[in-house]
């Protein structure tokens, strides 16, 4: 736990400083762009120095929403005694973990959740349980295919819901085994979703 906390602190003060890089960069190829419009008649490389810009800044907004994620999984080891944020840990999980899927040309959906939710688990549990089933689900899966995460409540509890594949799929998928007992570990209940697609995280609910 010390370590995890340590490397945490230190991760989050990196994705701070490149943060603060990203905004310079982005600042400045502003000042080029405004500099360009003033100035791009009889320039003959104009179009292309226009799409270097904006390729350049599609990277860096890519750039700040990958150092956001990663920063929250920074301080993911802290506890809280509100208990973590079910939708945030997910969502940041889930932007983190679109590259894994991407190598097996998955794509990876997270729907729109149910804000507000929390449980006594700590977000980097969350995020390890979520991503022990992004695990087994991906070797089950067709390449090429869609994996849709969402956040739910149900009776009363935060539910994190994957829509594929088939629940008994999953069973037997080599990862599953390192799910179940991870979800014993931390009181995660595992279900099958409706109609028996997919599999349902049903999370402990805050200490009060």
């Known amino acids: 736990m010390r370590d995890a906390l340590f490397m945490g602190r230190m991760t989050a003060s990196a994705t701070h400083e490149l943060q603060n890089i990203l905004a310079t960069i982005r600042e400045s190829s502003g000042l080029m762009e405004d500099l360009l419009a003033m100035s791009s008649e009889g320039f003959a490389h104009a179009e292309r120095f226009k799409k270097g810009l904006t390729v350049l800044a599609e990277q860096v907004e890519r750039g700040m929403i990958l150092t956001e994620q990663l920063n929250y999984c920074a301080h993911a080891p802290e506890g809280c005694s509100a208990g973590a944020d079910v939708n945030e ?110 599999v349902v995280l049903a999370l402990p609910k805050p200490v009060a």
């Open 89 to 198: 840990s997910v969502r940041a999980l889930v932007g983190l973990w679109r590259r894994n899927a991407a190598r097996r040309k998955t794509t990876l959906v997270l729907a729109p959740g149910r804000t507000g939710l929390r449980t006594g688990l700590r977000a980097v549990e969350v995020m390890d349980a979520v991503a022990a089933a992004l695990e087994a689900a991906i070797e089950t899966l067709p390449m090429g295919t869609q994996l849709m995460v969402s956040v739910e409540e149900q009776g009363g509890l935060g539910v994190v819901r994957l829509d594929s594949p088939g629940y008994e799929a999953l069973r037997c998928a080599p990862a599953w085994a390192e799910l179940a007992a991870l979800a014993k570990t931390l009181g995660i209940g595992l279900s099958g979703g409706p109609g028996g697609q997919g």
